[in-house]
């Protein structure tokens, strides 16, 4: 057999996969397509549905619930965004399998049992995430904004040309819908991120690329690291960012727990099979070869 023969018998299985990827990715776009132009019909009953912690704020406060268009175009954004962030949803089921049928493949089958209970706590932890958001964060967030609320007499505004009566300054909320969807989008994509916390380290933990201990170790560092992510992705009100903050920490030990229970696992799995005496951990081993490197490494 000429080179240039083994190299095109080398090469036949990655143009197998890659034409394998190509097919399950038009089928994951064509299916959010799909789900795109479905929620697009409906989209004004979604965008009412997401307008309900407003609504429920403004009416405890007796003030109609009404949302403006600030430009022609607005209308047309605005059901776009709620197709696509509905789209998206609706299709990840289906974007999500045909990414497993990829993958599945190339796992052994202990691989493929110890990352499937994780593509199923994924979605769920997202959902968890953003209801959350939706019908805890959301309306406290809209009672604290519309909270700067004055009125004049009345309740409504006063005009300003009228020197016989000039009790004080109406400044009330008219909100634009596109700006109060991409705050309500904020909230609820930026919650689901931070319920994968515990998913991810999980899963990190799972493979040995960190360590209970470790995060134990590293808490101060992400109480500041958390900190900093509740200052930037939850709007300049104290409440929201302390919700944020107190939720997040709790998953990060959350985290610690249950990777905890997966080391625990593992030493468990190692001593039936007679790799590790009873009274011997594989974190210890870990910890000896960290500390050997470290000695090293200052030598």
Not at 168 to 179: M, R, T
Request: proline content about 5%.
């Amino acid at each position: 057999m000429t080179r240039d023969e083994e190299i095109e018998d080398s090469s036949a299985p990655l143009i197998e996969h890659l034409t394998e990827l190509r097919s399950r990715l038009i089928k994951s776009v064509v299916a959010f397509i799909v789900g795109m132009v479905i929620c697009f019909t409906v989209a004004t009953p979604i965008f009412n549905f997401l307008t309900d912690p407003l609504c429920a704020t403004l009416a405890s406060r007796e003030q109609s619930c009404d949302l403006i268009f600030i430009s022609p175009q607005e209308g047309f954004f605005v059901a776009i965004k709620v197709s696509l962030l509905g789209g998206f949803i609706l299709s990840f089921p289906f974007i999500a399998h045909q990414m497993w049928r990829f993958v599945a493949p190339g796992l052994y089958r202990t691989e493929k049992n110890a990352f499937l209970p994780f593509l199923v706590a994924s979605p769920f932890m997202f959902m968890l995430g953003a209801s959350f958001a939706f019908y805890v964060v959301t309306p406290l967030a809209f009672d604290f904004f519309l909270g700067f609320q004055q009125f004049g007499s009345g309740g409504e505004a006063v005009p300003a040309n009228d020197p016989q009566n000039q009790p004080g300054l109406s400044v009330v909320f008219q909100g634009s819908a596109q700006e109060y969807l991409n705050l309500t989008i904020k909230f609820i994509v930026a919650f689901g991120l931070c319920f994968q916390l515990p998913v991810l380290l999980t899963l990190m933990g799972k493979a040995g690329l960190v360590s209970s201990r470790g995060l134990g170790e590293v808490r101060k560092f992400a109480v500041v690291g958390i900190l900093t992510l509740a200052a930037l992705v939850t709007p300049p009100d104290v409440i929201t960012q302390i919700i944020l903050f107190v939720v997040v920490y709790g998953l990060y030990e959350l985290s610690i727990r249950l990777v905890a229970r997966v080391e625990r696992q593992r030493d468990e799995r190692l001593r039936a099979e007679g790799i590790l005496d009873e009274d011997e951990s594989l974190m210890d081993e870990f910890d000896d070869e960290d500390e050997e490197d470290t000695g090293d490494k200052k030598a």
